[in-house]
């Protein structure tokens, strides 16, 4: 997957750039760059994108257990 593929399912998961780069512990200026592919942040890691997947899913996750209760 390539970020711009990884920035569409995070807007389908209804997931704002804000809370992500929270759970990332990175600014939102930075994670709007490199979903951009802008300057230093043009090839993200796969390393990074397995990161990005994982806070998706932790958010995801946190939403259903607020909603089971």
Do not use: D, V, W
Not at 2 to 9: F, G, H, V
Not at 20 to 45: D, V, W
Not at 51 to 61: E, F, G, R, V
Request: charged share 30%.
């Amino acid at each position: 997957m390539n970020m711009q593929q990884l920035a569409e399912y995070r807007i389908r998961c209804e997931i704002t750039m804000s809370a992500l780069a929270k759970a990332l512990g990175m600014p939102r200026q930075q994670l709007n760059n490199t979903e951009k592919g802008n300057g230093r942040n043009q090839y993200a890691s796969c390393e990074f994108k397995e990161k990005y997947i994982n806070a998706i899913n932790k958010i995801m996750m946190e939403r259903m257990e607020k909603e089971a209760h």
